[in-house]
Nanobody, 125 residues
Framework: QVQLVESGGGLVQAGGSLRLSCAAS????????MAWFRQAPGKEREFVSV????????YYADSVKGRFTISRDNAKNTVYLQMNSLKPEDTAVYFC??????????????????WGQGTQVTVSS
């Protein structure tokens, strides 16, 4: 089993920044791929970003490209999501997810095995 715990959410004004953290524990070797998703009220969960643990390769949704940066700290088994130039439409619950192996469908929430509890991000206009 893998446990994922997110932190760092909060309320911020448009144009501001937040950094989310996702700490993994347990069978962390089963978390070679770690991703961030978000879900706004009344909407489906959507892909935000993903990182491959072994080579650090990253991918982003078009809506956040150039504003968000995903990174990892191997020693801490932690993944971060630095969010800059935040917009009201970024308001959502942000979830961390992991799976053991890389797949081309990395943007689909259904392929991930483990999920955190989520952290609320609210961007005011």
């Amino acid at each position: 089993q893998v446990q994922l715990v997110e932190s760092g959410g909060g309320l911020v004004q448009a144009g501001g920044s937040l950094r989310l953290s996702c700490a993994a524990s347990g069978r962390t070797f089963s978390s070679s791929v770690m991703a961030w998703f978000r879900q706004a009220p009344g909407k489906e969960r959507e892909f935000v970003s993903v990182i491959k643990w072994n080579d650090g390769r990253t991918y982003y949704a078009d809506s956040v490209k150039g504003r968000f940066t995903i990174s990892r700290d191997n020693a801490k088994n932690t993944v971060y999501l630095q969010m800059n130039s935040l917009k009201p439409e970024d308001t959502a619950v942000y979830f961390c997810a992991s799976r053991a192996s890389w797949g081309s469908a990395y943007f689909r929430s259904t392929i991930y095995d483990y999920w955190g509890q989520g952290t609320q991000v609210t961007v005011s206009s």
